[in-house]
């Protein structure tokens, strides 16, 4: 009998030893803390692509042709009745005119030139002409390049101003300025 | 004995003669002035078929042959009352003493009908009068389209029997903007069956008619340059054969064969007078001058052309004469300081041409032979670009006396100057050269 309790006890103390092992936790150290152990916040978000910063040139060589040609970014220069010499007042607009062309390398120009009423058609034609020549050669003496210029003439075709007063004739004998590449 | 000599040399020497002129190919007109015209009685013409439309139809015809007799200057019409003076025309049996004691010089008889398909058929025939002699006859079949061109014709029959050139068949072309922007189109002498030629929807410029009126010399824009081009309007072919520089001012020469025009396609980019030779494709620089030469216009014989030059002064253009090749150059204009487009008159012996004093521009004739200029225009307006008619009697030309840009005809002597054209603006006719 006695036997028999030592032999219950120890299968009781086996058993309950093995629940307790099971149930209560190993007397272990708590583990120092760690930083690694705190989680780190993870921002999740899409990337979004930032605008390059435009230089004033990529601005503006965005524009189509047509919206550049109608902020006229190179003014006309006028010339006297028959004439197709460079007067002193057209001079400072070439060379604002080359200044611009020097920002913006890779555009370029057409030179056209046109006559008042005032003139035949065929030698208007060929006043024209020389009136653009005249602007292509100024701007090339100020360092535009001559594969950047194109020259055209209206003769007396394409007037500004339909009057015939010196006022009108004025207006339309004058070399415009066309953007025709960029 | 020396009477018998004498014949054959002579007919010798007027057979050679004969083959100089043939060689040479000249064909120099001459206009007469002060000889009475002559007086062509245009009776009604009898319809064949009992339609309105027919009825129309031969109205139509003998309307515009008398209009083209009476703008010819060589011939007139009858007044119609003196047909109520004799017997009723009778085709089969002609009275030519009626006709001629109303003064009749040529009779001009049609009859019209009708062929199984519809179309109309006029049959003309040309009489002298005072030899009571059939000279000439001709049929026509046509669509309605074709009632002018017929009428037209027939007074062209009545030119030739006179040595005379065609010119009633003939057309004008011209640079127009009434649908928008400058094209060419092309109308009758007489300003009727205005057609467009170009449909490049930009600015087309300075057309020039080849001699056979199949072909058009003319600047174009369409590639943003202004290059030269040859179309035949009715094949609707095109060639460019310009398209370096600035190419215009267009002139067939007088056999078809080359074409004068001025371009700036040298280095220098000066306005040069230059001749395509049609047949071999190759160009050939003319002038050298530093200044602006352009506007060239070929004399009938094509051994000279006469052109536009400032080289003695910019801005002030004068009329010069060169030899075909480029040699001999002289000027012919005088007096003023300002001149432009030169017409070289298929006569031979006058140049018109632009001339400008004080801001009015009027056309002037140089006489080649007394070297007398003569006024032609006197109105106080821009009178330009004037054009030959093919007998060089009349010159179409632009004026802006109306108000906007049109073409206008006026005779060599000054005559009945009439307007031509009325939709848009209209400049730039050209009728031969």
Known sequence: MKKFLIYALAIVLVFSFAVSCKKKPKEVPPPPPQAQEQPKVEKVEQPVVKEPVLSEEDIYLQKSLEQINKEKPLANIYFDYDKALIRDDARPVLEANSGWLAKFKTIKILIAGNCDERGTEEYNMALGEKRAKAAMDYLATLGVSAGRMKIISYGKSQPVDPGHNEAAWQKNRRDEFLVIEK | ?433
């Open chain 2, 1 to 433: 004995m020396t009477q018998r000599k004498t014949i054959p040399g002579l007919i010798l020497a007027i057979l050679a003669a004969a083959g100089v002129l043939r060689a040479q190919q000249e064909v120099l007109l001459k206009i007469s002035e002060g000889v009475p015209m002559v007086a062509v009685a245009l009776p009604p013409f009898i319809v064949r078929t009992a339609s309105p439309e027919a009825q129309a139809a031969a109205l139509e015809i003998q309307q515009v042959l008398a209009d083209d007799v009476k703008a010819s200057r060589v011939f007139q019409p009858l007044p119609k009352e003196y047909y109520g003076y004799i017997r009723p025309l009778n085709p089969d049996k002609i009275f030519f003493k009626d006709w001629d004691s109303i003064q009749a010089k040529l009779l001009v008889t049609g009859e019209l009908s009708a062929d199984d398909s519809g179309r109309t058929v006029f049959s003309g025939k040309l009489y002298d009068v005072k030899s009571e002699r059939f000279i000439v006859g001709k049929r026509y079949q046509t669509e309605k389209s074709g009632l002018r061109l017929i009428a037209h014709k027939m007074a062209d029959e009545l030119m030739k029997l006179y040595g005379e050139k065609p010119v009633f068949a003939t057309r004008i072309v011209f640079v127009s903007n009434r649908d928008g922007n400058d094209e060419i189109y092309m109308m009758d002498y007489d300003g009727a069956n205005q057609t467009r030629i170009t449909f490049n929807k930009v600015k087309d410029y300075m057309p020039a008619w080849s001699p056979d009126q199949r072909t058009i010399a003319y600047t174009s824009y369409k590639r943003g340059n202004a290059d030269l081009y040859l179309r035949n309007i009715y094949e609707g072919k095109e060639t460019l054969i310009a398209s370096k520089g600035t190419s215009y001012a267009a002139a067939f020469s007088p056999d078809g064969k080359k074409l004068a025009f001025c371009s700036t396609m040298s280095e220098e980019g000066n306005a040069e007078i230059y001749v395509l030779d049609l047949e071999t494709m190759k160009t050939k620089r003319l002038t050298y001058s530093g200044g602006i030469d352009t506007a060239p216009s070929w004399s009938p014989t094509g051994r000279e052309i006469a052109f536009t030059s400032d080289r003695t002064g910019q801005g002030a253009p004068q009329v010069y004469i060169m030899d075909a090749e480029g040699s001999n150059v002289r000027k012919v204009s005088f007096g003023g300081s300002y001149f432009d487009s030169p017409a070289w008159s298929p006569t031979g012996d006058r140049i018109a041409y632009v001339a400008r004093v004080e801001n009015i521009f009027d056309l002037y004739i140089l006489n080649l032979r007394t070297n007398q200029a003569t006024k032609l225009t006197e109105s106080n307006a821009r009178n330009e670009t004037p054009s030959w008619s093919p007998d060089g009697r009349h010159i179409v030309f632009t004026s802006n006396m109306s108000g906007s840009l049109q073409v206008y005809m006026i005779d060599y002597d000054g005559a009945n100057l009439h307007r031509l054209t009325d939709r848009g603006e209209n400049k730039l006719a050209n009728w031969t050269n």
